[in-house]
Every structure is written in structure tokens, then in C-alpha cells.
């Protein structure tokens, strides 16, 4: 009997009220939210911390980030620390890394995947020593091919490539990718690990239009003033952000805070739509029954993320 298939779905600083599953059904997520009504969703996720390397470092190794080492960003996972595909130790897998990995020589495959396709070309000074720190992702020599070219410098910064037109966006060449790796191993069992950029900043998206700042709600506490009741770090940043705003958004005001918001829903339906295209792959190939699906986020700032497994 064929063994079931894996695969991992992650967004990035994905907040758990984005999600009907978890009641908010304001934002458009069809597809996600077809996808919960088939699973099991978890009402309490806890990430091990709300910090990227070392939440992915436990998703992936099983680890406490005190325990792999990845205690703050951009430590690399140690190469003697085993990954998913090292611990899984199966032949008949045929496993994939796409998309954001954030533990170490980001561009280069290891810790046991067959296929890796990658994104962020933005932690190369953080790479080992002996790898080409020439070379680039994926992602980048995609968009070369297709006639674009990095405004300034020698790759494509994160802040123009969240405003390309949509088919030219990271979770289209994603799902793009992800679908050839599908139909390509349909006749084997394969893990495969599809890691989005978004929603993570700059807050900026091909459907930043998609909701009117007027309709969005702010939280019940927005108006509450900050004292020295609330943390430091809660306060240093509230008052950061109201003198500079963020990824050119004015937020000294609930207007501001609205625009933010509206784009950061927007975000989130761009990626909805291409977690449907994968899943659709998997229905077209009739994988979808002998497939587990995981869809998570790696981290949210509210150190719980959402969780539905099917």
C-alpha cells in the first residue's frame, strides 16, 4: 500500500484571527476555510517562541530552540541537528523545501530534502562560510526570466517585489512550483514543505485595494492608553510606530491603523488563493484523500498561530 503523502503549509506571522475557523469570516480565505471544514483544527497552538528561526527551527526538528541552538534569528541550524527528512529516514519519500527557511545558507539545499526552491536573497551576509554569496534564490533568477531586474543593487529587495503584478508574486511562483513537484511525484509518496513569505511585512500586496480601510475593525482596546502596567518593549514599539509609521503607512491615527490592516487582510487572501491552487493540484492528481495537509503559521507576535491538519 502506498504510504500517505505530507504536506506542510506555512504562512508567516500569520495572526489566528484571520481565519473563520477561528471567527473571523470578514476576510476572503475560501479555500482555507473549505480546507478547515475538512480537518481538525486546533483551537490552542502554541509556538515555542514568536520569533522566526527559532519557532521554524522547532517545526521542523522537534526541538526547543534552547535545545537546537536557534535562539534568536538568523542562527543557522546546526548541521548535525536532524531535520524532518532525516528524522523521517524513508527512501520512498521524495521530499521538497519551498519557499522561506531562515536557518541558515537560505538559497542551498540541505538537511536531507531532494528539491528545494527558494525565495529570500536578503541573508546572504549571513551565509556559511564557503558558500557563493553570488548566488541567488530561485525566486530571483525567476523573475530575471521574465524580464524584471533588481531596482537597485544586485537583488530584488522585498519591498519591490511585494508590489510586482500578482502572477509574478512569491505565492504565485510557489504554487507554481509546488504543482510541478506534485504532478512530477503523484506515482510516489513525498513530503513536501511549501513556506510563504507573506503576511509578513512590508505590509504591502497586489490587492491592497481588495478592502476598504472603512469597513475594517480596530481591536476593542485601541483607544486603552499605554502605562507602565504594560511591558516595555509593548510601549517602546507603540511609540515607534505612531512617530514613523510603518512600510510608509501613517499610524498616528485609527485611520492609518485601518490601511494597515486592510492590507494585511489583503495579504492574506492573495495567499488563499494559492494554498487553492495546490490543493486543487492534489484533488486533479486524487491525492487529496491519501494527502495530510498541515496548514500553520511560524510565528505571531500573540505567541499562538493557527493550526488545521487533515
Same mark, same amino acid.
Given at each position: 500500500?502506498?504510504?500517505?503523502?505530507?504536506?506542510?503549509?506555512?504562512?508567516?506571522?500569520?495572526?489566528?484571527?484571520?481565519?473563520?475557523?477561528?471567527?473571523?469570516?470578514?476576510?476572503?480565505?475560501?479555500?482555507?476555510?473549505?480546507?478547515?471544514?475538512?480537518? !481538525?483544527?486546533?483551537?490552542?497552538?502554541?509556538?515555542?517562541?514568536?520569533?522566526?528561526?527559532?519557532?521554524?527551527?522547532?517545526?521542523?526538528?522537534?526541538?526547543?530552540?534552547? !535545545?537546537?541552538?536557534?535562539?534568536?534569528?538568523?542562527?543557522?541550524?546546526?548541521?548535525?541537528?536532524?531535520?524532518?527528512?532525516?528524522?523521517?529516514?524513508?527512501?520512498?519519500?521524495?521530499?521538497?523545501?519551498?519557499?522561506?527557511?531562515?536557518?541558515?545558507?537560505?538559497?542551498?539545499?540541505?538537511?536531507?530534502?531532494?528539491?528545494?526552491?527558494?525565495?529570500?536573497?536578503?541573508?546572504?551576509?549571513?551565509?556559511?562560510?564557503?558558500?557563493?554569496?553570488?548566488?541567488?534564490?530561485?525566486?530571483?533568477?525567476?523573475?530575471?526570466?521574465?524580464?524584471?531586474?533588481?531596482?537597485?543593487?544586485?537583488?530584488?529587495?522585498?519591498?519591490?517585489?511585494?508590489?510586482?503584478?500578482?502572477?509574478?508574486?512569491?505565492?504565485?511562483?510557489?504554487?507554481?512550483?509546488?504543482?510541478?513537484?506534485?504532478?512530477?511525484?503523484?506515482?510516489?509518496?513525498?513530503?513536501?514543505?511549501?513556506?510563504?513569505?507573506?503576511?509578513?511585512?512590508?505590509?504591502?500586496?497586489?490587492?491592497?485595494?481588495?478592502?476598504?480601510?472603512?469597513?475594517?475593525?480596530?481591536?476593542?482596546?485601541?483607544?486603552?492608553?499605554?502605562?507602565?502596567?504594560?511591558?516595555?518593549?509593548?510601549?517602546?514599539?507603540?511609540?515607534?510606530?505612531?512617530?514613523?509609521?510603518?512600510?510608509?503607512?501613517?499610524?498616528?491615527?485609527?485611520?492609518?491603523?485601518?490601511?494597515?490592516?486592510?492590507?494585511?487582510?489583503?495579504?492574506?487572501?492573495?495567499?488563499?488563493?494559492?494554498?487553492?491552487?495546490?490543493?486543487?493540484?492534489?484533488?486533479?492528481?486524487?491525492?487529496?484523500?491519501?494527502?495530510?495537509?498541515?496548514?500553520?503559521?511560524?510565528?505571531?507576535?500573540?505567541?499562538?498561530?493557527?493550526?488545521?491538519?487533515?
Amino acid at each position: 500500500m502506498k504510504k500517505p503523502n505530507l504536506l506542510f503549509l506555512y504562512t508567516d506571522e500569520q495572526a489566528i484571527n484571520t481565519l473563520a475557523a477561528y471567527g473571523n469570516e470578514q476576510i476572503e480565505m475560501p479555500n482555507l476555510n473549505e480546507l478547515s471544514n475538512d480537518c !481538525t483544527v486546533f483551537e490552542h497552538m502554541y509556538v515555542t517562541q514568536p520569533v522566526c528561526t527559532p519557532s521554524r527551527s522547532t517545526l521542523l526538528t522537534g526541538l526547543y530552540p534552547h !535545545t537546537n541552538g536557534c535562539t534568536r534569528n538568523n542562527i543557522p541550524l546546526k548541521q548535525e541537528t536532524k531535520c524532518f527528512p532525516e528524522l523521517l529516514n524513508d527512501s520512498d519519500y521524495r521530499t521538497g523545501h519551498f519557499g522561506k527557511w531562515h536557518l541558515g545558507d537560505e538559497i542551498f539545499k540541505q538537511h536531507g530534502f531532494d528539491e528545494w526552491i527558494s525565495i529570500e536573497d536578503t541573508y546572504s551576509c549571513h551565509y556559511s562560510e564557503g558558500r557563493n554569496k553570488n548566488e541567488k534564490s530561485s525566486y530571483h533568477n525567476f523573475l530575471l526570466k521574465n524580464g524584471f531586474k533588481p531596482s537597485r543593487g544586485e537583488h530584488f529587495r522585498r519591498s519591490e517585489t511585494t508590489i510586482l503584478p500578482e502572477e509574478f508574486s512569491k505565492p504565485a511562483f510557489l504554487a507554481k512550483e509546488s504543482k510541478r513537484f506534485i504532478e512530477d511525484n503523484k506515482d510516489k509518496a513525498f513530503a513536501l514543505f511549501v513556506n510563504f513569505f507573506e503576511p509578513h511585512m512590508p505590509f504591502h500586496g497586489p490587492r491592497d485595494n481588495q478592502y476598504d480601510p472603512k469597513d475594517i475593525p480596530l481591536p476593542s482596546n485601541f483607544e486603552h492608553k499605554l502605562d507602565e502596567m504594560n511591558p516595555f518593549k509593548t510601549r517602546f514599539f507603540a511609540h515607534k510606530y505612531n512617530e514613523f509609521g510603518i512600510s510608509g503607512i501613517d499610524l498616528d491615527s485609527a485611520e492609518g491603523w485601518k490601511k494597515l490592516r486592510a492590507n494585511y487582510w489583503g495579504m492574506c487572501s492573495h495567499i488563499d488563493r494559492y494554498i487553492g491552487e495546490i490543493i486543487s493540484k492534489l484533488k486533479e492528481c486524487a491525492l487529496y484523500d491519501d494527502t495530510i495537509i498541515v496548514f500553520t503559521s511560524d510565528c505571531d507576535f500573540a505567541n499562538y498561530s493557527p493550526l488545521i491538519v487533515i
